[in-house]
């Protein structure tokens, strides 16, 4: 029998993860190898630059350029504040003065005798990095990250939508094939991450946003609904930044399809416990998949994530990761030797996949993933 190798949705009930915490620009890492982390606790932190500003003080003051640095009140490198003028003219005999106020709060950046113009950069914005899940610190690199390892439950998802959040771990439905409503969500479950099952409606999405939910973990949902809730058409971009109010991780595809059992199992023995939610999702080069982490105290078993476990052979259950099948079940039922040409004219290796409802079709091996647990 044919088999090949491909890569699968990791869920591991006990196993080690480990999150590089790195920050955009240098800043500085504000833990040590060996310390334990809360999900919340600021790790690194850094200064994004304001905005520039620039000021044509020439052209507004009606002066020659040579003459803008006899007329500035601050130096390059001071501060000021909105409002607080900057620049002013001497006018006639005293009389008569000119000036320019700051637009904004900030800092002179510089002054060019050339341009006539004075660029102001806006307060700088302060950017933490928090840990992200509870564990400890194995690594730093000075000024850039803190490593943070995790030793719990491990689930990716298929896409996903919003940012970073953790919560306590709640069931809103008691099946996993249960859709999940609207009359699902309750008061109660404000702050907590509340698990569905084989379907999230647009709906129940209003309903989790108002009610305070952090996230919510389901197996399906439909595109439309998608459209409805953002108001416009997630391109091919990575995801994680909308700012929806709550994190959603699918773990299965896009439509009704219910949550794979072991999965929802794992979530129900893990109910009460505090996860780590990240939505952020990229289909294509450098694959990135939303994730729930759900630190244990017990050590870390070994995860589950071996060879024998990405084995793909005839009755291997699949997910397309790719259009035209993107999100759909089903399983391989042929592994073709020989290389089929695609309408770009290359050659890959494909498989013979048959879809929960009956439908066969040909894919490059390249677009599926294995279905593990």
């Known amino acids: 029998m044919g088999y ?4 699968g949705l990791s869920v591991a009930e006990n196993t080690v993860v480990r999150k590089v915490r790195r920050l955009p620009l240098k800043g500085k890492v504000l833990v040590k190898v060996g310390d334990a982390v809360a999900a919340d606790d600021v790790v690194a932190q850094t200064e994004l630059p304001g905005d520039v500003k620039p000021v044509n003080v020439v052209g507004k003051l009606g002066i020659a350029p040579e003459e803008l640095i006899e007329i500035m009140l601050k130096k390059k490198g001071e501060q000021v504040t909105e409002g607080e003028p900057f620049a002013r003219t001497k006018g ?3 009389f008569f003065k000119s000036e320019i106020r700051a637009p904004i709060d900030g800092t002179i950046e510089s002054i060019s005798h050339v341009t006539g113009q004075v660029i102001i950069r806006g307060k700088p914005t302060l950017l933490q990095k928090t840990a992200y ?10 000024d850039e990250s803190a490593t943070v390892e995790i030793n719990g439950t491990f689930i990716q998802g298929i896409f996903g939508i919003g940012g970073e959040t953790a919560g306590t771990l709640a069931m809103a439905v008691s099946a996993p094939d249960e859709v999940l409503e609207a009359n699902h969500i309750k008061p109660e479950h404000a702050d907590k991450i509340i698990v569905g099952g084989s379907l999230v409606t647009a709906d129940a999405v209003k309903a989790a946003v108002k009610h305070g939910v952090k996230g919510i973990i389901c197996g399906g949902l439909n595109d439309a609904d998608l459209r409805n809730f953002l108001g416009y058409e997630l391109g091919v971009a990575i995801t994680g930044e909308e700012t929806l109010g709550v994190t959603v991780v699918v773990t299965e595809g896009f439509g009704k399809i219910r949550m794979a059992q072991a999965t929802f199992e794992l979530l129900q023995r893990r109910e009460g416990k505090t996860a780590s939610l990240n939505g952020a999702t990229q289909i294509r080069a450098g694959v990135i998949r939303p994730e729930c982490v759900i630190p244990l105290d017990e050590t870390a078993g070994s995860g589950g994530n071996d060879e024998e476990s990405s084995i793909l052979q005839v009755g291997t259950p699949i997910r397309a990761i790719r259009e035209p099948f993107f999100g759909r079940i089903g399983k391989c039922v042929g592994l073709p030797v020989e290389l089929e040409k695609l309408a770009s004219e290359t050659k890959v290796r494909v498989l013979e996949v048959e879809f929960e409802n009956g439908e066969r079709a040909t894919v490059p091996r390249a677009n599926v993933e294995l279905i593990k647990g």
Not at 4 to 7: I, K, M, R, V
Not at 133 to 142: H, N, Q
């Open 92 to 94: 006639f005999f005293g």
């Open 4 to 7: 090949a190798y491909t890569p």
């Open 133 to 142: 899940a509870r564990g400890k610190i194995v690594d730093i690199s000075e």
